[in-house]
Each structure stands twice: as structure tokens, then as C-alpha cells.
């Protein structure tokens, strides 16, 4: 099985001169689940940046669908879609603004499975953005990225504030959409919850660097819990 993503030997140092991310490699197959996860600070969204491009690297080697970020590729990012807190949507657009403008920039967007995901969320596409809840505007952007048909999602950190269902029914789209279409997903969270279910790899950073890079059932090993795994570990 071919790597979508490889990272050799990355290093990630601020203007200041600290490291945020030291020698971290790793590998992400085809149609696979990389959850990648820390404690606060441990470098997980700086490495989620190094991989869209938003931030370059001080070092080392990141390739992603045979591209390097630094490199801007843009004709490669129609082939993935991004999620991530940080992302802002003016608030006077109403949710269907905002799918249109989003399904611009993707030739594979999939409007019959905009419509399936927007009921399965629940989402009120005549809503203002700026009335929804942080959750529902999360639950936004998943639609939109769902229904791009991306070969790659790069998720970091939302599924701290979507509820209860939100995160199952988000969970269990990703999962439909693997066995679909061969879907690729890295996701970085502090809530390790239920993955155990969904991600078939964990990458575990501590203070910027690689803890771990192994297959879910190694980091259980023997646990039912993947967060009583990982907390033993960072312990």
C-alpha cells in the first residue's frame, strides 16, 4: 500500500529558536486513519500546519500526496480538505453562502452527498453563520469537506466541541467514506475517546517529539480504552 503522507526526520524551530517538533517521521498509508495525539503543547497543530504548508519546517523531509508543502501545490490541495478550529467564516453568510463558496474550489464536489450530510448533521443551510453555535459551525465545515470527496482529510482538533452524537456521526462519516472511497484521514485531538474504533495507527508526541508510531491495538496493549493507553504512556 502506497504512503499518502511520509515525514523524515522533521524539525520545527520558532523564530526565537525553540523547538517545537524534533525529528518526527512517520508514515500515512492509502486509506488509512492516523489519529495523532498529546498533551497541550505537545506539537500536534504545528505539525497539522507543516503538512498544509502553513508553517516550513527547519528541517527535514514532508511529502504529501507526492508534493512537498513548502512547495505551495496547489493543484494537489483539490485532492484534500482541511478542518480545523481556526478556520474563520463571516458571520453574515448563511450556511448554503458558505457551501458554495467552498464547492468553487473542488472539480469532485459531490452536492447529492452535500444534501445526505447536511441532513445527517442536521444543519439549517439559511442560518447566519454568525447565530450558530461553535459546535453547529463545526459541523459546517465537516459537510463541506465530506462532500469535496477529498483522498485526504486533515483534521485538527474539532471534535473538542461537537457533542456527544456530532463526534459519533462525524466518526462513523469518516469510516463510510474509507470503505467508499478509500478515504485517508489524520486527525489530531486531545479527546482519544472511542478512537480505537476508527484510527488504525497512533502517532503519541511528548514535548515535540514522537512518543510513539504504532498500530492502535500495540498502544492498547491489552486496554479496551485508548485515552487509559495513552495516559499510561505519557505517564
Keep these: 500500500m502506497a504512503a499518502l503522507v ?3 526526520g522533521v524539525d520545527y524551530k520558532l523564530p526565537s529558536g525553540r523547538a517545537v517538533l524534533q525529528d518526527i517521521g512517520f508514515e500515512v498509508d492509502a486509506g488509512s486513519f492516523l489519529a495523532v495525539l498529546g ?7 504545528s505539525l497539522l500546519d507543516l503538512l498544509m504548508g502553513f508553517r516550513r519546517r527547519s528541517g527535514g523531509k514532508l511529502a504529501i500526496l507526492g508534493q512537498d508543502p513548502d512547495h505551495d ?9 482541511y478542518l480545523s478550529e481556526k478556520v474563520d467564516i463571516p458571520g ?22 452535500e444534501r445526505r450530510f447536511a ?8 442560518e447566519r453563520v454568525g447565530n450558530l453555535s461553535a459546535g453547529e459551525i463545526r459541523r459546517l465545515q465537516i459537510v463541506g469537506a465530506l462532500a469535496c470527496r477529498p483522498e485526504l482529510l486533515i483534521a485538527d482538533e474539532i471534535t473538542a466541541v461537537l457533542d456527544i ?8 462519516a469518516i469510516k463510510e467514506q474509507q470503505v467508499q472511497t478509500g478515504l485517508t484521514v489524520i486527525l489530531a485531538t486531545n479527546i482519544p475517546e472511542g478512537l480505537e474504533k476508527y484510527a488504525e495507527n497512533v502517532l503519541l508526541l511528548h514535548h515535540g517529539r514522537k512518543l510513539a508510531m504504532a498500530k492502535t491495538a500495540d498502544i492498547l496493549d491489552g486496554d479496551s480504552d485508548l485515552a487509559e493507553a495513552v495516559a499510561k504512556r505519557l505517564e
Excluded at 453574515?92 to 452527498?113: G, I, N, P, T, V
Design 119 to 126: 441532513e445527517l448533521f442536521r444543519l439549517d443551510e439559511n
Design 6 to 8: 511520509t515525514a523524515t
Design 165 to 172: 452524537l456530532g463526534r459519533r456521526k462525524f466518526l462513523s
Design 73 to 81: 501545490p496547489w493543484r494537489a490541495r483539490q485532492r484534500f480538505a
Design 92 to 113: 453574515d453568510w448563511d450556511a448554503r453562502e458558505f457551501l458554495a463558496f467552498h464547492r468553487y474550489f473542488y472539480s469532485s464536489y459531490d452536492q447529492a452527498l
Design 39 to 45: 498533551e497541550n503543547g505537545a506539537g500536534k497543530t
